[in-house]
């Protein structure tokens, strides 16, 4: 009965985004929705309590709102102002992005990064453009100071390794590649010297992309599978034993992200307009980011980063020692029959499917570029901009924003200034994939009007 009405409702959520081959695909799918929503495979980061206190946090005037509002309306704006959204089809008010405990601990899931919203509709899959990880770690930890709450592991390691420094965006190497390089290749902890690493933030890739890509990152260096997506559970918590205990679990997220496809463009589209534009785009760009339609292709191309000349810091961050230890990792299948291969010397970023490309805004592996007009536009990128409203900017195709001459440094909220994005900080450039200049102003409207429609 459970998982008959579960993949019922699985397939009413996400029937416009989600496919299947088979039946035991949908149960599977199914499965790895609810274990990615109600279990939590990593330690408690907070409680309800704190939850329902954390307004106490916030600067004036939104301190005196929220003291004003009803619990619900505290609630919506503790979402807001954190990023968080609620569940599709679901009405028990939990996020989308932590899971929630019957009593009342919240821990984070990957949905923190990989569901949001898309132009104000809460999407699993859609990259989580609002999340504000590091002002609602600070200010959470300020509440637990105060009500003399239990700091968590992110608590503390806040302190000195930085979150994501613009909402949107997180720090997302620590995650992954940093806690790794505390294991050995089986997986047990070992004492080494903290690794330095260069902080970066990267802006999260829509997992409806999963199905065609064949190489997990945006420089395509580890063969993807279900063991590769238990990297970011690496806390010191979870010993070898939990990896080998949650195996199936983690093959039917595969299965999930496996089956995630694409919201479609419910907006006008000049059909004429499209016909012209695919023409222009297979013949300017599916070279590097595939056809689409029938016969569609993904050619999974890495371009080197002299070609493709976008901001080089997530390349250079990875160094090959370690993606030499992921290829000997037991994520990577390493002495097994079916061991994966793992790409250790590259140089560039892999062009992504564009497939919801118009649901994917910002633009960059780094999140830098609002809409899709400026992605065809190279030199008339903003160089600070921050997000205005859920609503897309129908015209540009992409996020509604303001464009400032700075980060107003001023401004005493501090959730605020971290919503503008300063293209002139490290590993945030907006520069490169300059190849748009190559087409006349008519054929890059042609263009925009075709990438609403993949």
């Known amino acids: 009965m459970w998982k008959q009405s579960l993949a019922s409702v699985f397939v009413l959520l996400f029937g416009s985004v989600a496919t299947f081959s088979a039946a035991e695909e949908i149960d599977a799918a199914a499965r790895g929705y609810r274990w990615l929503t109600e279990n939590a495979f990593l330690s408690s980061d907070f409680s309800q309590r704190v939850v329902d206190e954390v307004w106490r946090s916030w600067p004036e005037p939104l301190r005196s709102e929220a003291e004003q509002a009803t619990p619900e309306q505290r609630r919506a704006m503790t979402f807001a102002r954190y990023g968080l959204t609620t569940r ?67 608590d503390v390691g806040s302190l000195v390794v930085p979150l994501g420094t613009t909402h949107g965006t997180t720090n997302a190497v620590v995650f992954g590649m940093g806690l790794m390089l505390h294991r050995d290749e089986q997986l047990n902890l070992v004492n080494r010297a903290p690794v330095q690493f260069m902080h970066h933030d990267l802006d999260a890739p829509p997992w409806w992309h999963f199905y065609k890509r064949p190489y997990l990152y945006i420089d395509g260096f580890a063969q993807k599978g279900h063991r590769g997506l238990m990297q970011f559970m690496l806390v010191p918590e979870n010993g070898p034993e939990f990896f080998h205990q949650h195996e199936d679990e983690f093959r039917d997220i595969y299965a999930y992200l496996s089956s995630l496809r694409p919201p479609k463009y419910e907006g006008q589209i000049d059909e004429k307009l499209v016909g012209v534009g695919k023409g222009i785009f297979d013949h300017n760009c599916a070279e590097c980011h595939g056809t689409y339609g029938v016969d569609s292709e993904y050619p999974n191309r890495r371009i080197a980063l002299q070609d493709i000349g976008t901001d080089p810091v997530r390349a250079n961050a990875l160094p090959a020692i370690g993606r030499s230890f992921y290829a000997r990792s037991w994520f990577a299948h390493a002495g097994e029959a079916d061991e994966q291969q793992t790409i250790v010397d590259l140089d560039g970023y892999v062009a992504p499917p564009l497939d919801g490309v118009w649901a994917s805004a910002p633009y960059f592996h780094n999140g830098s570029v609002p809409t899709l007009w400026h992605v065809l536009h190279p030199s008339e990128r903003p160089t600070v901009w921050r997000p205005v409203s859920e609503q897309m900017d129908e015209q540009r195709v992409g996020l509604s924003i303001e464009v400032v001459e700075k980060v107003p440094l001023s401004e005493p909220d501090v959730a605020i200034r971290r919503s503008y994005f300063d293209t002139r900080r490290f590993s945030k450039s907006n520069a490169g994939h300059d190849y748009p200049n190559v087409l006349s102003e008519a054929e890059k409207t042609a263009v925009l009007e075709y990438l609403k429609t993949l």
């Open 88 to 154: 599709p089809g679901d009405d028990s008010g939990k996020p989308l992005q932590y899971v929630v405990s019957d009593d009342g601990q919240w821990t984070m899931n990957c949905f923190s990064c990989h569901g949001g919203n898309v132009y104000g509709t809460p999407t699993p899959g859609a990259p989580n453009n609002r999340f504000a990880l590091q002002t609602m770690t600070e200010e959470l930890r300020r509440t637990k100071l105060r009500l003399f709450e239990p700091l968590s592991r992110m």
